[in-house]
């Protein structure tokens, strides 16, 4: 069993959809949570960042972590063309500890 | 703020040659940078955690004495690929922790091609 867990996809939705992306994990010890965007041939870029369990909002998208179900999420509301891109759903033990990254699910949202 | 760059964003070089990348913090101190490797439709795979100061700790299957790392700054990561050949092809990226934003910062990228 891997580590991390993400459905490669790819996910096709109509603009003004609600989008919804996770990652199942294994290891307990995990206590950061982040949402990574990537657009092809660029580096990831920081959507989320999540410490423990809960929610947390920032505009347009919601990122959940329940650590009972070792299961994340990162919702994406009013979905935009804009936003196609593959999401890497990525996790660590400490702040500043290495990441554990997800395959990455690819999102294309039509016009 | 928390910027990284990286050089370059692409090369192609002849198999057995030798390629240097480099990463850079240009607005915070990175004591701890890392570098990865992504091949096409797959996930980042860590290859190494490089120190300031210090030598590299390398993931396990990762050849150290291909992927030669040197930290020699606070702001200044650099991968060399010695000796690269076609397998060697990826795109390389790097990510420092600024301690400003939560999570790391990710360099734009190299996409290398051994031919």
């Known amino acids: 069993q891997k580590e991390v867990e993400q459905d490669p996809g790819p996910l096709s939705v109509p603009e003004g959809a609600i989008v919804s992306l996770n990652c199942t994990y294994s290891n307990s010890a995990f206590q950061y949570f982040m949402w990574y965007r990537q657009y092809s041939r660029k580096g990831p870029e920081l959507l989320m960042y999540t410490y423990s369990s809960g929610n947390k909002e920032d505009g347009r998208f919601t990122a959940q972590v329940d650590k009972s179900s070792k299961y994340i999420s990162l919702f994406i509301r009013d979905s935009q063309p804009s936003d196609s891109a593959t999401y890497l759903c990525?996790?660590?033990?400490?702040?500043?500890?290495?990441?554990?990254f997800g395959k990455g699910t690819k999102l294309t949202v039509n016009p | 703020g928390a910027v990284v760059s990286q050089h370059p964003s692409w090369v192609i070089c002849k198999s057995g040659t030798s390629v240097k990348i480099e990463c850079r913090s240009l607005?915070?101190?990175?004591?701890?940078m890392f570098w990865y490797r992504q091949f096409p439709k797959q996930s980042l795979m860590l290859m190494a955690t490089s120190n300031e100061g210090s030598k590299a700790t390398y993931e396990q299957g990762v050849e150290k004495d291909k992927f030669l790392i040197n930290h020699a700054s606070l702001t200044l990561s650099t991968l060399t690929v010695t000796s690269a050949h076609p397998e060697d092809s990826s795109f390389y990226i790097c990510?420092?922790?600024?301690?400003?934003?939560?999570?790391?910062?990710f360099g734009s990228g190299t996409r290398l091609t051994v031919v």
């Open positions: 607005d915070f101190q990175a004591t701890t």
């Open positions: 990510s420092a922790d600024s301690l400003i934003n939560y999570g790391y910062t």
């Open positions: 990525a996790m660590s033990v400490g702040g500043s500890e290495k990441l554990v």
